[in-house]
């Protein structure tokens, strides 16, 4: 049985400066996304960071949220957390490829998402998953953001640019004659 299996847990990630996440989560199922919340809570304390909540209709409102609040506020990551159970109809393909799709496509541009939208068959599955003393998913998906932020963070103050040289401290600057008369701009 899949639940059973011993999987590794990464070390919890470090930051020098605080970090500030954003739940995204849809109650459709309010008993499960409440477990998935505060497992995410969980997480995003013990890393010493700070968390708002968002609530939205449905999964795939979800990666609309982040998109929204990735535009136009200031967190440095996401926790996407919502409940996706099989019915009798293909909207179960349809709400999970879409959400997750449109999550990954967040993510490929930079922004640091943690994904716990829970596609389940039945609810037993998704309250086990939802459990932050059995599987916690929601724990597990905020600990993904923060690893995602620790990594930004590593990665973002390099000082890439965008493809031009650093200019030097000092310029010289051309005189009408053509000759460089040793002004510094």
Request: hydrophobic share 40%; net charge negative; aromatic share 6%.
């Amino acid at each position: 049985m899949a639940g059973h299996e011993q999987h590794y847990i990464m070390p919890r990630a470090e930051f020098a400066a605080p970090v500030k996440l954003l739940i995204v989560v849809s109650p459709y199922y309010k008993d499960i996304a409440d477990n998935m919340v505060a497992g995410a809570i969980a997480e995003i304390e013990a890393a010493g960071g700070t968390y708002e909540i968002a609530q939205v209709p449905g999964a795939l409102e979800i990666p609309t949220c982040i998109g929204i609040a990735d535009r136009m506020s200031n967190f440095d990551g996401y926790v996407a957390l919502g409940c996706v159970i099989r019915g009798e109809t293909t909207h179960y393909d349809t709400v999970c490829n879409d959400s997750s799709r449109a999550i990954q496509l967040l993510g490929l541009k930079g922004v640091c998402i943690g994904n716990a939208i829970l596609t389940v068959e039945n609810r037993q599955q998704a309250e086990v998953r939802a459990d932050p003393a059995d599987q916690n998913k929601g724990g597990g998906a905020a600990a993904a953001a923060l690893h995602l932020i620790a990594l930004s963070r590593k990665w973002g103050g390099q000082g890439k640019g965008a493809g031009f040289k650093s200019t030097p401290d000092s310029i010289l600057i051309a005189s009408s004659g053509g000759k460089e008369n040793g002004t510094t701009a």
